[in-house]
């Protein structure tokens, strides 16, 4: 994830580069459940209104949470399916609260209402998220549900006058980018504390959908106008934080901006990007899916490094032995193609590597989702075609080497 507004911040009051911080955990997106009131296009977790077989009970929750607490985990995102569906979700939300987790509720907002909103902040969320794809029947379209928007916008409108951090989530294909203007209008409009834009990532319903990606000048177009929309809240004064996720490029983007806009800066910023590190999947950010799956993060669903019913999650994320944990870890990651031809790769790490199987069946190949273009990272013009977004077959014998 890319602080966005935190950067802009230090090219307006530059200050000396802090010593790097280094978690002694991830950051962990945990799907409590996969049940949902909703079928959204580009669900990861290919959600359905249905229970789910074989979750995990309330013990092995609380049990889970102890193991990552133990092993310096600090951050914990609830999340689903839609979170507020879980019988126990007010209990889970107290109890990691009380135990010291930084705690944030990832929602649909469709279920928030006066009648429970005072119960969402009794229990103490540090942030609470509501995803919006696009304003009114666009958002309706992609949530395949009428009404809901408004249902939604109603949540934001209440957890905000509730007194919580609240913000939006949006991600963008070429069917929704025309309302990202009128999006980065109502976070202005309504006070909203944070903005989360995200590019699609090929997975779940995603993966299915993934011909309807937003293409590359389309994705530099949404760039400039969320760090102008951030560079004038920073300018201001106001504390919004504007963030991306799902493409680490837009780091290189940022820094090949802010070379024009702020030369003298711009390379404290490169020295601050290299200190940041770039796409964080199995380093600084884990994910446990509702059967206690354990993930480099939530688009890797496909693909298990362990289960905690089995082992703790702590031994699961320690395991060098494991080989895609350990070419994430390595720097550089050893990414072949375009990628590892990009002079760039110390800031972006090698972007989402998800992208790269689910097209090619190799982790390590390019990324198709990086939009810049060949003169921006140095390599030969069109030397590293892109595959082409075509449906394919991944090789199960990949798929059996990283699960072993």
Known sequence: MLRLSHYLHTLLHPAPLPPARRPAGPVVIWNLLRRCN???????????????????????????????KACGVSVLI????????????????????????????????????????????????????????GIGTTHDRFRRLAGA??????AIRLLRDAGMKVGVRYTMTEG????????????????????????????????KHRDGDAR?????????????????HVRAGRQKDFVTGNNDADAVYLLQWARRRYPLQADALAARLQQWGGNASGVGVANIDNLGN????????KVSLGNVRQRPFSAIWADAANPLLAGLRQRPRPV????????????????????AWELSG???????????????????????????????????????????
């Open 38 to 68: 909703l079928t959204c296009q580009h669900c990861y977790a290919t959600s359905a209104d249905r229970d789910f077989a074989g979750e995990l009970s309330l013990d092995e929750l609380y049990a889970v949470m102890e193991d990552l």
């Open 78 to 133: 609830l999340s689903g399916g839609e979170p507020l569906l879980h019988p126990a979700i007010h209990q889970l939300g107290q109890r990691a609260k009380a135990m010291g987790f930084y705690v944030g509720l990832s929602s649909n907002g469709t279920l928030v209402d006066a009648a429970n909103v005072g119960r969402i902040a009794e229990t103490g969320y540090d942030y609470v998220g509501v995803s919006l794809d």
């Open 149 to 154: 928007y408004d249902r939604s916008l109603a």
């Open 176 to 207: 929704n980018a025309h309302d990202l203007p009128a999006l980065l209008q109502l976070v202005a409009d309504e006070g909203i504390d944070k903005f989360y834009f995200s590019h699609l990532n090929y997975a779940g319903r995603g993966n």
């Open 216 to 232: 590359h000048q389309r994705t530099r177009w949404a760039l400039d106008l969320l760090i102008d929309a951030a560079l004038g």
């Open 294 to 301: 354990v993930h480099p993060d939530t688009m890797w669903w």
């Open 336 to 355: 072949a193609g375009r990628c590892g031809a990009c002079r760039h790769l110390a800031i972006c790490n090698g972007n989402t590597r998800i992208r």
């Open 362 to 404: 190799d982790f390590w190949q390019a990324d198709p989702g990086c939009y810049l273009h060949d003169a921006e990272i140095g390599v030969p013009d069109g030397a590293y075609p892109l595959p082409a977004l075509s449906p394919w077959q991944r090789p199960q014998a990949l798929l059996s080497e990283v699960q072993s």
